[in-house]
């Protein structure tokens, strides 16, 4: 199977074989691919569509979806360039393979972009569950995400995201309207079955 790349972003679409399960937004990590998540995806909502970009953003050959300065430190113009540019993808994907708004899937990387499309553009998205995320950018404007429902899912001895960090993510999404529930296992930056396990529970309740 080629990825497909006559949308704006190189592509992987998978077609729901369950229609009332919600498609889910695929966005991989640092030196991810559009292959990557399609596996967590399909764990976590067996019978979703799925749509997984590619990012656009190469770091020493290493796809991302936004420019970072160092390890943590954003090119926060970038940033809300690349979430624009990413939202108006979903649009393009949406109207192509007609589908609704989707529930972002993000990790590391992926989930930040997940959290700056929030923040700038909250209506392309059904709700997101952001694995490993942090603050994208310092100083958002408000979004109005009344209702919204966020799964975030932090590791407690993460070494590039700080406890504190997360924990703000989770208060500005909220301050904003956003249902966040905010899960913390005992583990690092790497996925563990247990972020698997919360992530099909939390979909299902939806
Ligand atoms: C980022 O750059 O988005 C975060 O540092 C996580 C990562 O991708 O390593």
């Known amino acids: 199977m080629t990825p497909t790349?006559?949308?704006s972003f190189i592509h992987r679409f998978v077609p729901a074989t369950e229609e009332s399960a919600p498609p889910l937004l695929l966005l991989h990590g640092t030196g991810g691919n559009e292959d990557d998540l399609l596996p967590l995806g399909r764990m976590i909502s067996p019978g979703s569509a799925l749509l997984s970009p590619r990012g656009k953003v190469l770091e020493g050959g290493m796809p991302r979806f936004f420019r970072r300065l160092a390890e943590g430190v954003f090119d926060e113009e970038d940033v809300r360039r690349r979430a624009l540019e990413l939202a108006d993808f979903v649009a393009e994907a949406?109207?192509?393979?007609?589908?609704?708004a989707?529930?972002?899937l993000g990790f590391s990387n992926g989930a930040n972009i997940a959290?700056?499309?929030?923040q700038l553009r909250p209506q392309s998205l059904a709700g997101a569950i952001l694995l490993r995320a942090m603050v994208p950018l310092q100083d958002a404007p408000a979004s109005?995400?009344?209702?919204?429902?966020?799964?975030?899912v932090s590791g407690a001895v993460d070494p590039i995201i700080p406890a504190e960090n997360a924990e703000r993510l989770a208060a500005s999404l909220a301050a904003n309207g956003a249902l966040v529930q905010h899960r913390i296992l005992p583990v690092g930056h790497g996925l563990s079955q247990a972020d698997i396990t919360l992530a099909q529970t939390w979909i299902k309740q939806l």
Not at 94 to 100: S, T, V, W
Not at 115 to 118: G, S
Not at 144 to 152: A, Q, R, W, Y
């Open 5 to 7: 790349t006559d949308l």
């Open 94 to 100: 949406q109207e192509a393979y007609g589908l609704p």
């Open 102 to 104: 989707p529930i972002a």
């Open 115 to 118: 959290a700056a499309m929030l």
């Open 144 to 152: 109005n995400l009344e209702g919204l429902p966020v799964l975030i």
